[in-house]
Protein backbone atom coordinates (compact mmCIF):
# COMPACT_ATOMS: atom_id res chain seq x y z
CA UNK A 1 0.00 0.00 0.00
CA UNK A 2 1.59 3.65 -1.35
CA UNK A 3 0.03 6.53 0.25
CA UNK A 4 1.40 10.30 0.03
CA UNK A 5 1.24 13.38 2.53
CA UNK A 6 -0.31 16.00 0.82
CA UNK A 7 -1.13 15.36 -2.63
CA UNK A 8 -3.58 16.56 -4.29
CA UNK A 9 -5.38 14.21 -6.74
CA UNK A 10 -5.60 16.75 -9.52
CA UNK A 11 -1.47 16.95 -9.72
CA UNK A 12 -0.79 13.75 -11.46
CA UNK A 13 -0.78 13.02 -14.53
CA UNK A 14 -3.84 10.64 -15.05
CA UNK A 15 -5.96 13.05 -13.58
CA UNK A 16 -5.09 15.70 -15.77
CA UNK A 17 -2.20 17.50 -13.44
CA UNK A 18 1.09 18.87 -14.50
CA UNK A 19 3.44 16.90 -13.01
CA UNK A 20 5.09 14.55 -15.05
CA UNK A 21 4.42 10.77 -12.96
CA UNK A 22 4.36 8.16 -15.54
CA UNK A 23 4.98 5.29 -12.86
CA UNK A 24 1.79 6.39 -11.41
CA UNK A 25 -0.17 7.19 -14.36
CA UNK A 26 1.03 3.21 -15.41
CA UNK A 27 0.08 2.33 -12.41
CA UNK A 28 -2.95 3.30 -12.67
CA UNK A 29 -3.88 2.49 -16.30
CA UNK A 30 -3.63 -1.02 -15.00
CA UNK A 31 -5.75 -0.72 -12.24
CA UNK A 32 -8.90 1.15 -10.89
CA UNK A 33 -8.81 4.36 -11.12
CA UNK A 34 -11.47 6.64 -8.71
CA UNK A 35 -13.42 9.62 -9.83
CA UNK A 36 -14.77 9.76 -5.84
CA UNK A 37 -13.47 8.94 -3.59
CA UNK A 38 -13.30 10.14 0.41
CA UNK A 39 -10.97 10.13 3.52
CA UNK A 40 -11.97 8.75 6.72
CA UNK A 41 -10.98 11.90 8.05
CA UNK A 42 -9.66 15.93 6.64
CA UNK A 43 -6.34 15.74 8.69
CA UNK A 44 -3.21 13.38 8.88
CA UNK A 45 -3.10 10.96 12.11
CA UNK A 46 -7.27 10.66 12.03
CA UNK A 47 -7.54 9.75 8.37
CA UNK A 48 -4.39 7.02 8.74
CA UNK A 49 -5.77 5.23 11.40
CA UNK A 50 -9.07 5.12 9.46
CA UNK A 51 -7.09 3.78 6.67
CA UNK A 52 -4.95 1.01 8.34
CA UNK A 53 -8.23 0.17 11.24
CA UNK A 54 -10.95 0.52 8.71
CA UNK A 55 -12.81 1.85 11.78
CA UNK A 56 -14.00 5.25 12.37
CA UNK A 57 -11.29 7.44 13.60
CA UNK A 58 -13.04 8.42 16.79
CA UNK A 59 -13.02 4.09 17.94
CA UNK A 60 -9.08 4.26 17.23
CA UNK A 61 -8.54 7.03 19.86
CA UNK A 62 -7.20 9.60 16.94
CA UNK A 63 -9.20 12.38 16.94
CA UNK A 64 -6.69 14.82 15.15
CA UNK A 65 -3.19 15.61 14.18
CA UNK A 66 -0.70 13.77 16.85
CA UNK A 67 2.21 15.88 17.88
CA UNK A 68 4.33 12.94 19.94
CA UNK A 69 5.45 16.21 22.55
CA UNK A 70 2.30 17.37 23.30
CA UNK A 71 -0.33 14.48 22.95
CA UNK A 72 -0.92 11.31 24.97
CA UNK A 73 -3.05 10.35 22.27
CA UNK A 74 -2.26 7.49 19.95
CA UNK A 75 -3.58 4.41 17.70
CA UNK A 76 -5.12 1.95 20.44
CA UNK A 77 -3.58 -1.59 20.63
CA UNK A 78 -6.99 -3.18 20.94
CA UNK A 79 -7.47 -1.54 17.35
CA UNK A 80 -7.41 -4.72 14.90
CA UNK A 81 -4.86 -3.27 11.88
CA UNK A 82 -4.63 -4.46 8.72
CA UNK A 83 -0.70 -5.85 9.49
CA UNK A 84 -2.24 -7.53 12.04
CA UNK A 85 -5.09 -9.66 9.85
CA UNK A 86 -2.70 -10.55 7.55
CA UNK A 87 0.25 -11.48 10.18
CA UNK A 88 -2.26 -14.16 11.69
CA UNK A 89 -2.80 -15.39 8.22
CA UNK A 90 1.17 -15.74 7.07
CA UNK A 91 2.02 -12.34 5.91
CA UNK A 92 5.44 -10.83 6.63
CA UNK A 93 4.85 -7.39 7.29
CA UNK A 94 6.71 -3.83 7.15
CA UNK A 95 6.17 -0.55 7.64
CA UNK A 96 8.04 1.99 5.84
CA UNK A 97 7.82 5.83 6.15
CA UNK A 98 5.56 8.27 8.06
CA UNK A 99 3.76 6.96 10.81
CA UNK A 100 1.70 9.92 12.08
CA UNK A 101 0.01 7.28 14.84
CA UNK A 102 1.66 8.16 17.89
CA UNK A 103 5.26 6.83 19.06
CA UNK A 104 7.52 6.51 22.20
CA UNK A 105 9.98 8.04 20.14
CA UNK A 106 10.00 11.35 22.62
CA UNK A 107 9.34 10.02 25.93
CA UNK A 108 5.55 9.31 25.92
CA UNK A 109 4.22 5.96 27.25
CA UNK A 110 2.87 5.09 23.52
CA UNK A 111 3.29 1.73 21.88
CA UNK A 112 5.70 1.18 19.29
CA UNK A 113 5.20 0.45 15.51
CA UNK A 114 5.58 -3.58 15.79
CA UNK A 115 2.91 -3.24 18.76
CA UNK A 116 0.46 -3.19 15.77
CA UNK A 117 1.30 -6.21 13.82
CA UNK A 118 4.41 -4.75 11.66
CA UNK A 119 7.65 -7.41 11.81
CA UNK A 120 9.38 -4.64 10.21
CA UNK A 121 9.24 -1.25 10.19
CA UNK A 122 11.34 2.34 9.69
CA UNK A 123 9.50 4.95 10.18
CA UNK A 124 9.40 8.90 11.93
CA UNK A 125 6.61 9.94 13.73
CA UNK A 126 6.11 13.13 12.09
CA UNK A 127 7.34 14.53 8.97
CA UNK A 128 11.16 13.71 7.64
CA UNK A 129 12.91 16.71 9.85
CA UNK A 130 14.57 19.13 9.66
CA UNK A 131 13.78 18.30 6.35
CA UNK A 132 12.77 15.88 3.44
CA UNK A 133 16.78 16.16 2.32
CA UNK A 134 19.09 14.52 4.44
CA UNK A 135 16.64 13.76 7.61
CA UNK A 136 18.02 12.60 10.74
CA UNK A 137 14.29 11.50 12.56
CA UNK A 138 14.17 7.42 11.47
CA UNK A 139 13.67 5.35 13.70
CA UNK A 140 14.19 1.30 12.63
CA UNK A 141 13.08 -1.28 14.88
CA UNK A 142 13.14 0.50 17.84
CA UNK A 143 16.42 2.06 17.18
CA UNK A 144 17.10 5.10 15.91
CA UNK A 145 18.72 5.70 12.88
CA UNK A 146 20.43 9.12 12.87
CA UNK A 147 21.89 11.36 9.83
CA UNK A 148 20.99 9.94 6.33
CA UNK A 149 21.74 11.89 2.76
CA UNK A 150 19.20 11.88 0.25
CA UNK A 151 15.60 12.66 -0.11
CA UNK A 152 12.93 10.82 2.12
CA UNK A 153 11.16 9.31 -0.28
CA UNK A 154 13.77 8.06 -2.13
CA UNK A 155 15.33 6.72 1.51
CA UNK A 156 12.02 5.16 2.00
CA UNK A 157 12.49 3.23 -1.03
CA UNK A 158 15.69 2.38 -0.77
CA UNK A 159 14.54 0.59 2.78
CA UNK A 160 11.87 -0.97 1.19
CA UNK A 161 13.99 -2.77 -1.33
CA UNK A 162 16.43 -3.44 1.02
CA UNK A 163 13.50 -5.43 3.39
CA UNK A 164 12.56 -6.98 0.47
CA UNK A 165 16.04 -8.16 -0.73
CA UNK A 166 17.22 -9.24 2.88
CA UNK A 167 14.45 -9.34 5.46
CA UNK A 168 11.78 -10.95 4.46
CA UNK A 169 11.35 -14.93 3.19
CA UNK A 170 10.74 -15.62 -0.39
CA UNK A 171 8.30 -17.76 -0.69
CA UNK A 172 6.12 -16.15 2.34
CA UNK A 173 3.09 -13.66 0.93
CA UNK A 174 4.34 -9.91 2.32
CA UNK A 175 2.74 -6.75 2.77
CA UNK A 176 4.16 -4.02 2.34
CA UNK A 177 2.58 -0.59 3.79
CA UNK A 178 4.89 2.62 2.60
CA UNK A 179 3.74 5.94 3.75
CA UNK A 180 5.69 8.55 2.07
CA UNK A 181 6.35 12.23 3.28
CA UNK A 182 6.02 13.96 0.08
CA UNK A 183 4.60 16.25 -0.70
CA UNK A 184 3.88 17.84 2.56
CA UNK A 185 6.21 20.88 3.90
CA UNK A 186 8.91 21.27 4.13
CA UNK A 187 9.29 21.28 0.89
CA UNK A 188 12.84 19.10 -0.97
CA UNK A 189 13.02 18.05 -4.08
CA UNK A 190 16.67 17.57 -5.99
CA UNK A 191 17.46 20.89 -8.46
CA UNK A 192 17.58 19.32 -11.26
CA UNK A 193 13.95 18.26 -11.08
CA UNK A 194 12.88 21.75 -9.68
CA UNK A 195 14.38 23.01 -12.62
CA UNK A 196 12.04 21.30 -14.80
CA UNK A 197 9.14 23.03 -13.00
CA UNK A 198 10.39 26.36 -12.62
CA UNK A 199 12.85 28.32 -11.09
CA UNK A 200 14.64 26.85 -7.38
CA UNK A 201 13.03 29.44 -5.46
CA UNK A 202 9.89 28.62 -7.07
CA UNK A 203 7.69 26.62 -4.23
CA UNK A 204 5.20 25.80 -6.47
CA UNK A 205 7.94 24.26 -8.80
CA UNK A 206 9.35 22.60 -5.80
CA UNK A 207 5.97 21.18 -4.86
CA UNK A 208 5.51 19.60 -8.36
CA UNK A 209 9.53 18.32 -8.34
CA UNK A 210 8.45 16.70 -5.05
CA UNK A 211 5.84 14.79 -6.39
CA UNK A 212 7.86 13.87 -9.60
CA UNK A 213 10.70 12.38 -6.98
CA UNK A 214 8.46 10.61 -5.06
CA UNK A 215 7.10 8.76 -8.37
CA UNK A 216 10.42 8.00 -9.50
CA UNK A 217 11.58 6.26 -6.21
CA UNK A 218 7.93 4.04 -6.99
CA UNK A 219 9.29 3.20 -10.44
CA UNK A 220 12.16 2.09 -8.56
CA UNK A 221 10.09 -0.16 -6.33
CA UNK A 222 7.76 -1.55 -9.16
CA UNK A 223 10.61 -2.55 -11.40
CA UNK A 224 11.99 -4.85 -8.45
CA UNK A 225 8.76 -5.97 -7.91
CA UNK A 226 8.30 -6.76 -11.65
CA UNK A 227 12.54 -8.64 -11.66
CA UNK A 228 11.40 -10.69 -8.74
CA UNK A 229 7.97 -11.42 -10.46
CA UNK A 230 5.80 -9.94 -7.46
CA UNK A 231 4.35 -7.09 -9.14
CA UNK A 232 1.14 -8.80 -10.03
CA UNK A 233 0.80 -10.73 -6.71
Known amino acids: MLLADDLGSADIGCYGGPVKTPVLDSLAA ?12 PVCSPARASLITGRHHIR ?9 HLHDMHLETNEVTIAEILKQNGYETAHIGKWHLGTPFRGRDKPWIDEHGFDYWFATDLNA ?10 WRNRERVGDLEGYACQLVIDEAITWLKQ ?7 FFLNVWFHE ?7 P ?31 VEHLRKTGDLDN
Open 183 to 189: PHAPLAA
Open 60 to 68: TGVYTVIQD
Open 191 to 221: PEIIKEYGELNDQAAIYSATIDNTDRAIGRL
Open 129 to 138: APSHRNPTNF
Open 30 to 41: GGVRFTNFYSGA
Open 167 to 173: ERTDTTP
